[in-house]
């Protein structure tokens, strides 16, 4: 029989930077119970990394012990979490009810015309990935669309020319 | 009319400073609950004042409040931000421009059922809301308002700002306090409730970011002072009305002077149609409800609810297959899954509808969507499976010609007046 070479523990390297792993660590502290801070978790590896790899899951498992299946399943629940890579910049267009009376299929019609891309997809550059949502609580100010973090109102087609040109003027990642 | 109590300041952005907020009676509600008052007489002011929970359900919030045991050593207040219900944005509106209303609030709520810790859980897209709500806390912290020893009294509090990712089920309390714990925001089975057992399985009272505001205002006037006020309550009214905006009104106000007073009336030449007055969960009401008053009672008589007070507003241009339609779409995205007659009904339903708006429905589909509809009645574990009924019902029984015609001839029939 051949000679087996022992099996080492797997080493791999975090991909979430240890700036995030602390924000998790006091996530961590700040609830009674742990468990509590895996949305919070969640949050800080997309920020860093842009959507959730499963590298980036992994980390998120290792750092508040959960199983990674756990931690996949609840990543999977929630809308904001993107399993898969994304634009520098996440164009989310409410297109429930008040949004829709005032306008919201023209300014979706408008989104894909300039983006050339259809809601779920990402521009060929990278620089957008456009999204439908549901209200976003901006009802009085439809049709509106969160860019990144940035909340958008009375849209019209040139006000949304002007918020796509900046975003793209200024580089900005997601989330930063 | 007398003065606004929750939105009074709203507007003016020195609001958000603790020192304004203070020289304007900010934290003299919190002062005389924690400095003058036992716990069981602020639960006491709060019962007497008639207040009703804002999220949705319009539970009294005394009832709620006295429903904690007294005795538990570990006990949390969890309030509800995530503001999910389609059509509803006045939670946005103080976390953002009066946060400090928000903490006195629940300042006195963890008073009065000795919790010494709060969750406040925010949905996911309130970037700005919290960023606002977190720098208060920092400046009421800093000025004993929240910390130890609050107001030189012995009692303590920490509250913990949470965000959420994007579920509308984690707005429903046992969705959301699972959410809180890490997990998919799937309902729990009640009883037993939150007040029982909530939290980490500890007593929890969970009430919305607007019933919480209003405590504030109870205990600076008394129940009684507060009362005087009409009952007040915030509506978000939009849609196509020509002022969309949150306004505080008093519990009563007809339908029909919200929309034509106070939001503007229509745009020109255009006519009412009809309008979902709590949210797109509530069932659509018409003309003929116009001079309904906007109470919990009045509004179940006339078939529908109050809900969380958001009033869409419709016009003679709206296609309401294409609106209902819409609706349901949202029901079947957020159904947590967990009970086949929403997950499955909503899917089947959305399925019909859009077969209906784009042209190819059946005349038996309208009899057909009646048929899931009641299926889906007293059938499902929590109610963002009944929310889809009573709207298509209506819809059916006032607007029926209209999906006719969509069966019919392919196409809409809502001309849009010149
Ligand atoms: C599907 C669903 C979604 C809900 N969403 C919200 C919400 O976004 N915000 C809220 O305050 N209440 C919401 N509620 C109501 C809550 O379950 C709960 O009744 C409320 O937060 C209790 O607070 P209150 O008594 O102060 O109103 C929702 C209920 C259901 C069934
Ligand atoms: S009614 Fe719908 S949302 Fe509520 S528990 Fe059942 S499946 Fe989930
Ligand atoms: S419906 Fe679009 S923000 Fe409310």
Redesign the interface.
Known sequence: MGYNEPSLPMIRTRVLSPQSVDQIRAAMA????S??????A??VAQRQVGYLSVEAMEDVAEVTG?PLNEVA??AS?????SLRPVGRHVV?LC????C???GSDEVLAHLRRRLGVGPGETTPDGAFTLRV??????????PAM?VN???HGRLTTQAVDTVLDRARGDGQAVGD | MSEKLLTRYIHEPAQVNLQTFVLRGGYQGARRALCDLTPDQVIAEVDQSGLRGKGGAGFPAGFKWKAVPRDAPVKYVVVNADESEPGTFKDRLLLEHDPHQLIEGILIAAYAIGAHKAFVYTRGEFFRAREVLMRAMDEAAAYGYLGRHILGTDFDLEIVVHAGAGAYIAGEESGLLESLEGKRAMPRLRPPYPAQKGLYGQPTLLNNVETLCHVGHILRLGADGYKAHGMPALFSVSGHVARPGVYELPLGTPLREMIFEHAGGMHPARRFKACFPGGSSSAILVEEHLDTPMDYDSLRKAGSMLGSAAVIVMDDTTCMVKVIARAVEFYRDESCGKCTPCREGTVWMSQVLERVLHGHGRTEDLDLMAGIAKGMTGTCLCPLGESVPPSLGNSLRYFREEYEAHIRTGRCNVAVPA
């Open positions: 700040r609830y009674p119970e468990r509590s801070a895996l949305l919070p969640l949050h959960l399943s609840v629940f929630y809308t904001m979490f989310r297109t429930n009810i008040s829709l009376l005032c949502e549901e209200c976003l609580a901006a009802c009085d100010r439809a969160l973090e940035e909340l």
